[in-house]
Each structure stands twice: as structure tokens, then as C-alpha cells.
């Protein structure tokens, strides 16, 4: 599986911004998606994930009520909707795959190249 992030640019706080991963291969139905945030200077962290299916979806306690992760298997993608942005979610974002049920862990099998969020005050 590949995985392509895109969407990510310069907001002011209070903003929103949609992201996308775009996978390739035919079996992107059968993973769990997850997207990781890496801040200058801090370790990669877990923001959202959705299960295969997009009936469960899991989110870190610093984004719950303002990102929304979702999926369309026809299209083969992952978003994250990102609402009422602050400048902490400033981060390279980074879409993930993996078989496996949702992890917070990031432990994923494949990755995308991230995609750079930038929030200004």
C-alpha cells in the first residue's frame, strides 16, 4: 500500500483545514487508518484513527470535538477534518495503514510522507 497525504498549508487559529491520504492497491477496505502529527522537536503522536470499515473511529483527547476522521473505500481515501485549528496542532501530519485493529501506538505497517499544517495566532 501507498499512501499520499495532501491538504495540509498556513491557517490562522480558529481555522479549518480538510486532509487527505490517498492509497493505492485494492485491499485499502481491509486496513485500519490512523494519521500521527509531528511537532519540531517532539515525537510522533497519535491524533486519529478509523477502523475498516469506518464504524469506529478513536481520537486523541487534544483534537475530540474539533478533527473528524472519516473514509470513502470507493475512492480508496482517508480525511481528517480539522476544525477550530489552535497553533499547538502545528505538526507534519502523517497518514498510516495497518491490518491490525486501531492502535494509538505507532506501530502501522505503511506511511505516508506527511503533509505540514501550520496554524498562526
Known amino acids: 500500500v501507498q499512501l499520499q497525504a495532501s491538504g495540509g498549508g498556513l491557517v490562522q487559529a480558529g481555522g479549518s483545514l480538510r486532509l487527505s491520504c490517498a492509497a493505492s492497491g485494492r485491499t485499502f477496505s481491509s486496513y485500519t487508518m490512523g494519521w500521527f502529527r509531528q511537532a519540531p522537536g517532539k515525537e510522533r503522536e497519535f491524533v486519529a484513527a478509523?477502523?475498516?470499515?469506518?464504524?469506529?473511529?478513536y481520537y486523541a483527547d487534544s483534537v475530540k470535538g474539533r478533527f473528524t476522521i472519516s473514509r470513502d473505500n470507493a475512492k480508496n481515501t482517508v480525511y481528517l477534518q480539522m476544525t477550530s485549528l489552535k497553533p499547538e496542532d502545528t505538526a507534519v501530519y502523517y497518514c498510516a495503514a495497518r491490518l491490525a485493529p486501531y492502535s494509538d501506538y505507532p506501530k502501522y505497517d505503511y506511511w505516508g510522507q506527511g503533509t505540514l499544517v501550520t496554524v498562526s495566532s
Open positions: 478509523i477502523s475498516w470499515s469506518g464504524g469506529s473511529t
